[in-house]
C-alpha cells in the first residue's frame, strides 16, 4: 500500500492566520499518461462526515472558499487555508487516489488559538 | 444534487449477521462505482471497497476482502455492505460514498454514516 503521512497532527491558528497541513506519499501519485496527481483532501467537521476540498492536489470542489490553496507534486502535497476562519475547524484528510487501496493520510486537526 | 442516505444505528452482539443499506439519489445510479468508507472510534479513515451496479463488480480492499460483502439493487437505487459474523473490532462509523467518474477511489459524495456498535 502507499502510505500517506501527514505533519503536523495537530495545529493551533489564529483566526485571520494561515495553516499548512503537509502531506507526503511513500511512492509517486503523479500518472505520467496525463501528468496529473492523484491526490485529494478532505475536510471533516465534528459530528460530520468528510467532504472532498481539493481534487487532482490543486482543483478546488464547487463550492469550496478559495481561501483553501492546495499544491505540491509527486510525493509531496500541501493544503493551505489562508485568512483561517472559525467554520475552518476541522479535521483535513489527504488521499491518494492512484492505485489500491485508496490510503488516506492520518489526519491533522485544526484549531483556532 | 447528490444524496446518499445511510440506514440508522445498529447495536449487535459478536457472530451475529448485519446488512447496513445506503441510498442514492440525484445522479446516474448505474453510472458511478459507490462504496464504503470505515472509520474507527477516534481514528482515520479506511477505504474499504466498492461496486459498479450496473453489473455488480465489485473491488475490495485487502484489508477488507473476505470480511464483508458489497452489493448493489440497481432497482431502487441502493448499496448494501453485509456481514456474515459481527467481531468487536466491527465496531465504527461505516460511510457510504459515491466516487469520481473515471476513478476508483475519489470520493465526491458521502452519505451521513452508520454506527455500528458489536458489543456482548
Known amino acids: 500500500d502507499i502510505v500517506m503521512t501527514q505533519s503536523p497532527d495537530s495545529l493551533t491558528v489564529s483566526l485571520g492566520e494561515r495553516a499548512t497541513i503537509s502531506c507526503e506519499s511513500s511512492q509517486t501519485v503523479l500518472y505520467s499518461s496525463n501528468n496529473k496527481n492523484h491526490l485529494a483532501w478532505y475536510q471533516q467537521k465534528p459530528g460530520h462526515p468528510p467532504k472532498l476540498l481539493i481534487s487532482?492536489?490543486?482543483t478546488r470542489e464547487s463550492g469550496v472558499p478559495d481561501r483553501f490553496s492546495g499544491s505540491g507534486s509527486g510525493t509531496d502535497f500541501t493544503l493551505t487555508i489562508s485568512n483561517l476562519q472559525a467554520e475552518d475547524v476541522a479535521v483535513y484528510y489527504c488521499?491518494?487516489?492512484?492505485?489500491?487501496?485508496?490510503?488516506f493520510g492520518q489526519g491533522t486537526k485544526v484549531e483556532i488559538k | 444534487e447528490v444524496q446518499l442516505v445511510q440506514s440508522g444505528a445498529e447495536v449487535k452482539k459478536p457472530g451475529e449477521s448485519l446488512r447496513i443499506s445506503c441510498k442514492a439519489s440525484?445522479?446516474?445510479?448505474?453510472?458511478?462505482?459507490i462504496g464504503w468508507v470505515r472509520q474507527m472510534p477516534g481514528k482515520g479513515l479506511e477505504w474499504m471497497g466498492i461496486i459498479y451496479p450496473r453489473d455488480s463488480e465489485t473491488r475490495y480492499s485487502p484489508s477488507f476482502e473476505g470480511q464483508v460483502i458489497i452489493s448493489a439493487d440497481k432497482s431502487i437505487s441502493t448499496a448494501f455492505l453485509h456481514w456474515s459474523g459481527l467481531k468487536a473490532s466491527d465496531t465504527a462509523m461505516y460511510y457510504c460514498?459515491?466516487?469520481?467518474?473515471?476513478?476508483?477511489?475519489?470520493?465526491?459524495?458521502w452519505g451521513q454514516g452508520t454506527l455500528v456498535t458489536v458489543s456482548s
Open positions: 487532482w492536489a490543486s
Open positions: 488521499q491518494q487516489y492512484f492505485v489500491t487501496p485508496g490510503t
Open positions: 460514498v459515491k466516487v469520481y467518474g473515471g476513478t476508483y477511489y475519489l470520493l465526491d459524495g
Open positions: 440525484g445522479y446516474s445510479f448505474t453510472s458511478y462505482w
